[in-house]
């Protein structure tokens, strides 16, 4: 057994917390750490790092972890400890990032790595020049019915990929009753919030992983709702988008709309839903499910609004089946990169991927912003 010692940082937050640590570093432990090809087994020795020592000391327990820290300094000293995790909200990640860099660290982080391309690609540099192993969550590859429609688009069940439409979103409540599910700083744009910085990173990377990459886009986008109550009980002012509504162009010539929006009110069966058309069938897949519709079964709709339809249209679709043990996406993210780093398995998922999605953001931002359709370049180290 090979102990691997990883810094988590920004642990204490909702994705720290209950997506790296609970259901991926601690569903790792719990099974009795990780295999490699070679036999060994590895186990993750995380120390908890962040600003409050009874918010640590309090999820250490929780989670049967021995280390903790509010002294980021003093574990980067530590050779023990050779991956750096980040899950900080965004505006913080670059320099702590940094610094795991420098002290030599494999770094993995949550998205987007930074606020900006010039951030990301510094940081991507930075990291090439060190050597060190690096990696983006880009977890929505990793759902079961992403998984099932990437399974769908391989067989060529689809033919010709046309179109991709894409509704994503949810009534984020203003507070204080009932309080917000989401933390306030996500409204604030003046620390890192926006539906565009959060969302456009994951609409980059499934469309180029599934369709084809992103040559430019169109996007208008609002603050909708202007104030909301804070974790304190306190009003705020909210200053980021919280709505983008964005087309994008994707090499190979389908076109794909997606709607990101925290005021909408689910009318579906997913969170997140994406309906795509192609010449010898469809797909309409969700975070777990995925639905098909071939040519053959594709009903013969005719419009006449003066009388009952008598297509079931919901009805003419299949399932598709669930074939192999489903696991949490992000726990399939970090083992992979886990396997990257001790046994130099691949890792598609690397800091300049990470940069792409955040070069999405900026172009979709400048489309908004300038009321014109954004060409977005192929990005690269150099
Ligand atoms: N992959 C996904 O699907 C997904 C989903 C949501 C959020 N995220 C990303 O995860 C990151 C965290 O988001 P979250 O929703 O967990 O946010 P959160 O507010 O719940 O957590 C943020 C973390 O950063 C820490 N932090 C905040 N201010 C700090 C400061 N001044 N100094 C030091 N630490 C500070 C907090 O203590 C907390 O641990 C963001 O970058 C976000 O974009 C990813």
Excluded at 62 to 87: H, M, P, Q, V
Excluded at 114 to 129: I, Y
Aim: proline content about 5%; overall charge neutral; some cysteine.
């Amino acid at each position: 057994m090979r102990k691997i010692g990883i810094i988590m940082n920004g642990v204490t937050g909702r994705m720290g917390t209950n997506q790296h640590l609970g259901r991926s570093i601690a569903a790792i432990r719990k099974q009795g750490g990780l295999e490699l090809r070679d036999k060994t087994v590895v186990m993750p020795e995380p120390v908890l790092v962040g600003r409050n020592a009874l918010k640590l000391e309090r999820l250490a327990k929780e989670w049967g972890i021995e280390r903790w820290s509010t002294y980021l300094a003093a574990c980067l000293a530590d050779k023990e400890n050779i991956i750096y995790f980040d899950a900080q909200s965004t505006l913080l990640r670059a320099e702590s990032v940094k610094e795991a860099i420098k002290a030599g660290k494999h770094v993995y982080c949550e998205k987007p790595l930074a606020g900006t391309l010039e951030e990301s690609l510094e940081l991507a540099r930075a990291a090439e020049r060190a050597g060190v192993k690096n990696g983006v969550v880009q977890d929505k590859l990793f759902l079961p019915g992403i998984l099932k429609l990437k399974q769908v688009i391989a067989s060529g069940f689809l033919g010709r990929v046309l179109s991709v439409r894409g509704e994503f979103g949810y009534w984020v409540f203003e507070g204080p009753m009932p309080p917000a599910q989401r933390p306030s700083w996500n409204y604030r744009k003046e620390e890192g919030g926006g539906i565009i910085l959060d969302m456009f990173p994951h609409w980059q990377y499934v469309l180029e992983n599934l369709f084809g990459r992103v040559t430019a886009v169109s996007c208008i986008a609002r603050t909708t709702i202007p104030d909301r109550v804070d974790e304190a009980g306190k009003t705020y002012t909210c200053t980021a988008d919280d709505a983008a509504y964005a087309t994008f162009e994707l090499e190979g010539g389908a076109i794909a709309h997606i709607n990101s929006s925290w005021a909408t009110r689910v009318n579906r069966s997913e969170l997140l839903e994406l309906h795509v058309d192609g010449t010898a069938g469809s797909a309409v897949a969700g975070l777990r499910e995925c639905k098909v519709q071939s040519r053959v079964t594709t009903p013969k709709a005719v419009w006449n609004p003066d009388t009952p339809n008598p297509i079931h249209f919901l009805d003419a679709w299949q399932t598709v089946p669930t074939t192999v043990a489903e696991e949490n996406a992000f726990k399939i993210q970090w083992e992979m990169f886990l396997r990257h780093v001790l046994e130099n398995a691949p890792f598609p998922h690397g800091f300049l991927e990470a940069a792409k999605g955040v070069q999405l953001a900026e172009a979709g931002r400048a489309s908004w912003s300038e009321r014109r359709w954004v060409e977005v370049p192929e990005l690269s180290l150099r």
